[in-house]
């Protein structure tokens, strides 16, 4: 039987080993392994395709964000016990980045349209002790529209957006520096390229995105051990640096981030416009441009039936994510809040393939999904 696995990360990397190859050398054969000329040609590729000015990549997209938060505090914009309105169905790296830091996560329930944060649900858990709000883009659709930038002039907050899973994608509405791309629709935004993301590296690396110079420069600083200059520490800083090498694997892919993005775009078409059994819930369609499709998320109630029926078939799914931030035993005290909406989508959703799957397969696998009886 005809398999369809959901991802096995040789064969998106497969087509470019030539170039990965080459690059590679370069970095073995410069001497320089950290810091260097590939680190900062990639930071200028990311803040160009966001159309930002400013971008320090770093280890990774936790990272990313923590440094976002403790640059926040040491340019005194944040304090300790001040609190940051996340959505409660995000991957758990988006509140750890707020905990992480003596700051407090409020869960915010979602749309239940858009499965991301719903503005009017935040606006209602805004208290003075409110200091900031972090719209993830997840599954690669824009969390966005100008109620966010109405909530943070009106209440003083500052956005931070979790882009790591949206890289190139749009949001249709204008944001604070009429831009619409993701990760340059607030004050500053965090990127991840874990290897399974859209422009992902092969190993762990990320990135800050900003227009503020001073965050920028601070998020560098505490990046490279709190220093400003060699040997001169403003801040008690960490090691959160980019190799070389990923950086360099990166620029080679960011080349191929667009064809991969409309292929995307492409497989998640054919799904929407073949998958018609009454028993799915297909995910909210944006204009075409705006959504570059991290991952293809259905909702179905019988959830376990529907996967082994699949998996009988041979389509392997996956869940993103089964067990909710609040519900995981390092967060205990938010597991009385109750966030049914959160729990639905925890219980129903199912991520179809999508990183690298061909127009027939996804045509086959729709037509599976629609043979479905429960
Ligand atoms: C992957 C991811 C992160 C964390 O990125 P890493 O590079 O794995 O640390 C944060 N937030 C969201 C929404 C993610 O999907």
């Known amino acids: 039987m005809k398999q369809y696995p959901f991802l096995d990360l040789k064969l998106p990397n497969a087509p470019y080993m030539e170039e990965m190859q080459h690059a590679a050398c370069n970095v073995i054969a410069s001497g320089r392994y950290l810091r260097g000329e590939q680190t900062r040609l990639f930071e200028q590729e990311i803040a160009d395709l966001c159309q930002a000015k ?25 304090h300790d016990g001040d609190k940051v309105i996340v959505p409660a169905n995000t991957y758990i790296a988006s509140v750890l980045a707020v905990s992480d830091n003596g700051l407090q996560p409020v869960l ?9 944060l719903d503005t009017e649900k935040a606006e209602s858990l805004i208290t003075p002790d409110v200091k900031a709000i972090m719209p993830v883009h997840l599954y690669g659709s824009p969390c966005w529209d100008d109620t966010f930038i109405e909530l943070a002039k009106k209440h003083g907050l500052l956005i931070i957006e979790d882009n790591a899973q949206a890289i190139g994608a749009k949001a249709s509405c204008t944001g604070l520096n009429g831009s619409r791309m993701t990760g340059n629709l607030g004050h500053a935004a965090g990127f991840s390229f874990y290897p399974t993301k859209n422009l992902g590296a092969l190993g762990d690396a990320g990135a800050v995105v900003t227009n503020d110079e001073h965050l920028a420069a601070t998020v560098r600083a505490l990046a490279n051990y709190g220093s400003d200059r060699r040997y001169h520490n403003i801040y008690k800083g960490v090691n959160c ?53 991290h991952q293809y998320v259905i909702r179905v109630t019988k959830r376990d039936d529907f996967r082994e029926y699949l998996l009988a078939n041979g389509v392997e799914t996956d869940i993103h994510y089964a067990t909710p931030p609040h519900r995981q035993p390092c967060y205990t005290r938010f597991a009385s809040q109750p966030l049914p909406i959160t729990e639905a989508i925890a219980n129903e959703v199912v991520s179809l393939p999508i990183a690298h799957v061909s127009e027939q397969d996804a045509r086959e696998i729709a037509t599976i999904i629609n043979g479905y009886q429960p």
């Open 108 to 116: 915010c329930e979602p749309s239940e349209a858009t499965m991301n």
């Open 241 to 293: 640096r980019i190799d070389e090498i990923q950086a360099a694997m990166l620029r080679v892919k960011i080349r191929h981030l667009d064809e991969e993005t409309l292929r995307r775009q492409r497989i998640a078409q054919i799904y929407n416009e073949t998958i018609v059994s009454s028993l799915v819930k297909k995910p909210n369609i944006y204009p075409t441009e705006e959504q570059v499709w």
């Open 54 to 78: 400013f971008c320090v990549a770093v280890s990774n997209g936790l990272d990313a964000l923590r440094l976002i938060f403790r640059a926040y505090k040491e340019l005194g914009l944040l």
